[in-house]
């Protein structure tokens, strides 16, 4: 659909990793003409392939997030003349911008659908960045429209499996968060084992989040919400905010969204969960 490097591909990670379980199914629905205008021009600047090769430099991935020069560009553009000092030895100058940007939280969001929520609240937190990975096209497409017509330049795309970014290619205790609103279900018992928050999922994701990361998890299928409760809360790595141990009032932070609509609308009860790793 798109050239190499010009937009989201098909199977980034490739034959690279082995073929297992997938909690998701790639949907290819139809891309409008002005998701793929977006695709094409804010791919290469703010959307990323999960192709599980190489580790990402956050900083570098949000270099211009907080409104800063990429350190590269500052360093090569024309500086005025200053008088000069003696150097110190054992000194180095800083890079204010590079500075900044490691202070922020980083926050990773698995499944974003169209992106309405994941804008709204990267409007509402301008000093958190948010690494938003989906493998739908019109979504990511979408996604990046909504954050140009915004001005919101503390988001990133990334297009492929998650499991993949959170094993290879991101450091430890690199996020100050991890959501996951709304995953597929999988209601069928024979299906149960492709739904994402597992014991191996959480064991997968405590190794990029830090101490004291808040995980916050939301959906509108009873049994798979009290799964989740279960699996989170007999994991070591995990501790509830909730004092009596149970579900959490929803967050002012996440936005009601068209899917959360539809399913109150058939009398399903949304369900949230905050953890915090420990």
Same mark, same amino acid.
């Given at each position: 659909?798109?050239?190499?490097?010009?937009?989201?591909?098909?199977?980034?990670?490739?034959?690279?990793?082995?073929?297992?379980?997938?909690?998701?199914?790639?949907?290819?629905?139809?891309? %409008?003409? !002005? @998701?793929?205008?977006? +695709? /094409?021009?804010?791919w290469?600047?703010?959307?990323?392939? $999960?192709?599980?090769?190489?580790?990402?430099?956050?900083?570098?991935?949000?270099?211009?997030?907080?409104?800063?020069?990429?350190?590269?560009?500052?360093?090569t553009?024309?500086?005025?003349?200053?008088?000069?000092?003696?150097?110190?030895?054992?000194?180095?100058?800083?890079?204010?911008?590079?500075?900044?940007?490691?202070?922020?939280?980083?926050?990773?969001?698995?499944?974003?659908?169209?992106?309405?929520?994941?804008?709204?609240?990267?409007?509402?937190?301008?000093?958190?960045?948010?690494?938003?990975?989906?493998?739908? %096209?019109? !979504? @990511?497409?979408?996604? +990046? /429209?909504?954050?140009?017509?915004?001005?919101?330049?503390? $988001?990133?795309?990334?297009?492929?499996?998650?499991?993949?970014?959170?094993?290879?290619?991101?450091?430890?205790?690199?996020?100050?968060?991890?959501?996951?609103?709304?995953?597929?279900?999988?209601?069928?018992?024979?299906?149960?084992?492709?739904?994402?928050?597992?014991?191996?999922?959480?064991?997968?994701?405590?190794?990029?989040?830090?101490?004291?990361?808040?995980?916050?998890?939301?959906?509108?299928?009873?049994?798979?919400?009290?799964?989740?409760?279960?699996?989170?809360?007999?994991?070591?790595?995990?501790?509830?905010?909730?004092?009596?141990?149970?579900?959490?009032? /929803?967050?002012?932070?996440?936005?009601?969204?068209?899917?959360?609509?539809?399913?109150?609308?058939?009398?399903?009860?949304v369900?949230?969960?905050?953890?915090?790793?420990?």
């Amino acid at each position: 659909m798109f050239p190499d490097g010009t937009g989201p591909s098909a199977d980034p990670a490739g034959s690279h990793h082995e073929r297992r379980i997938r909690s998701f199914q790639p949907r290819r629905s139809r891309v %409008t003409a !002005g @998701q793929r205008a977006a +695709l /094409r021009r804010l791919w290469p600047k703010w959307g990323f392939d $999960i192709d599980g090769r190489h580790r990402i430099d956050l900083a570098e991935l949000f270099s211009d997030a907080d409104g800063s020069e990429p350190p590269e560009r500052a360093e090569t553009r024309e500086r005025p003349e200053t008088p000069e000092t003696p150097d110190t030895p054992g000194t180095s100058v800083e890079r204010p911008g590079r500075q900044r940007r490691e202070e922020r939280p980083v926050v990773l969001e698995i499944g974003f659908g169209m992106g309405e929520a994941t804008a709204e609240m990267a409007a509402a937190e301008p000093d958190t960045d948010l690494l938003a990975v989906d493998v739908h %096209t019109p !979504g @990511q497409g979408n996604l +990046l /429209r909504l954050a140009e017509e915004r001005g919101l330049t503390n $988001i990133r795309v990334g297009n492929g499996d998650a499991i993949i970014l959170l094993r290879e290619m991101l450091a430890p205790e690199c996020l100050s968060g991890l959501r996951v609103y709304f995953p597929d279900p999988w209601p069928k018992k024979r299906h149960h084992k492709r739904r994402l928050i597992q014991h191996e999922f959480l064991d997968l994701a405590a190794g990029p989040l830090r101490s004291g990361a808040l995980v916050h998890c939301a959906t509108d299928w009873e049994p798979y919400a009290e799964q989740m409760l279960d699996v989170f809360s007999g994991h070591p790595s995990y501790e509830n905010t909730q004092l009596d141990g149970g579900f959490a009032p /929803r967050p002012a932070i996440r936005p009601r969204t068209r899917f959360e609509g539809q399913g109150l609308e058939k009398g399903h009860k949304v369900r949230d969960l905050l953890f915090r790793r420990v």
